[in-house]
């Protein structure tokens, strides 16, 4: 079982930036895979951002690529994305999620075996 649990959003002006964070618990979080996604009002969920289990790679949506910043630290079992040069179309839900079948940067929704309860940010313009 692994828990997932997101903080840091908020509301934040057009332009400018947040750091979202996700701090894991219970197996062992160097071992996998990490991603980010996010659900817009009416919408599906989409793929924002992934992290392989070393922080050797990393693989971003077309939307965010040069925005967004993935990262994560191992010793505190935590994953980051750094969000500047917010637009209002980044308003979402932000989920982070764990896949624990595969050592690929993978970017589907079902591919992810667990998530948080997400973090809201809101782009105003």
């Known amino acids: 079982q692994v828990q997932l649990v997101e903080s840091g959003g908020g509301l934040v002006q057009a332009g400018g930036s947040l750091r979202i964070s996700c701090a894991a618990s219970?197996?062992?979080?160097?071992?996998?895979?990490m991603g980010w996604f996010r659900q817009a009002p009416g919408k599906e969920r989409e793929f924002v951002a992934a992290?392989?289990?070393?922080?050797?790679?990393?693989y971003y949506a077309d939307s965010v690529k040069g925005r967004f910043t993935i990262s994560r630290d191992n010793a505190k079992n935590t994953i980051y994305l750094q969000m500047n040069s917010l637009k209002p179309e980044d308003t979402a839900v932000y989920y982070c999620?764990?896949?624990?079948?595969?050592?690929?940067?993978?970017?589907?929704?079902?591919?992810?075996?667990?998530w948080g309860q997400g973090t809201q940010v809101t782009v105003s313009s």
């Open positions: 999620a764990a896949d624990l079948g595969s050592m690929r940067l993978r970017t589907k929704v079902r591919e992810y075996d667990y």
């Open positions: 219970g197996r062992t979080f160097s071992s996998y895979v």
């Open positions: 992290i392989s289990w070393s922080a050797g790679s990393t």
